[in-house]
């Protein structure tokens, strides 16, 4: 069982930057795909960034021009690097990975709290 651990979280001012990393633990498999969610209270859980082993990342609209998503292929750990940031970026950020095995494993997320 893969574990992802997930760290770089904490409290920010409005426009302030934070990064978060997303590293596995235990096995490591070949990986198709990386990225983060997010989870606001009293909201769904959202798509922030995604990241495929071919290099292509994609963003969600409201996230695109502040965050980047970059990675380490070898190490199969994903980061987030988030700029910018407003009080609507206030979530519970969590990583996944989906494997060319076709299994998936998710983080136990990261608070961001973007508050003045």
């Known amino acids: 069982q893969v574990q992802l651990v997930e760290s770089g979280g904490g409290v920010v001012q409005p426009g302030g930057s934070l990064r978060l990393s997303c590293a596995p633990s235990?096995?490591?498999?070949?990986?198709?795909?990386m990225g983060w969610y997010r989870q606001a209270p009293g909201k769904q859980r959202e798509p922030v960034a995604s990241?495929?082993?071919?290099?292509?990342?994609d963003y969600a609209d409201y996230v695109k021009g502040r965050f980047t998503i970059s990675g380490d292929n070898a190490k199969n750990t994903v980061y987030l690097q988030m700029t910018s940031l407003n009080v609507e970026d206030t979530a519970v950020y969590y990583c996944?990975?989906?494997?060319?095995?076709?299994?998936?494993?998710w983080g136990q997320g990261t608070q961001v709290t973007v508050s003045s």
């Open positions: 996944f990975q989906i494997r060319t095995i076709g299994t998936t494993s």
């Open positions: 235990g096995s490591s498999f070949s990986v198709r795909s």
């Open positions: 990241m495929r082993s071919t290099g292509r990342t």
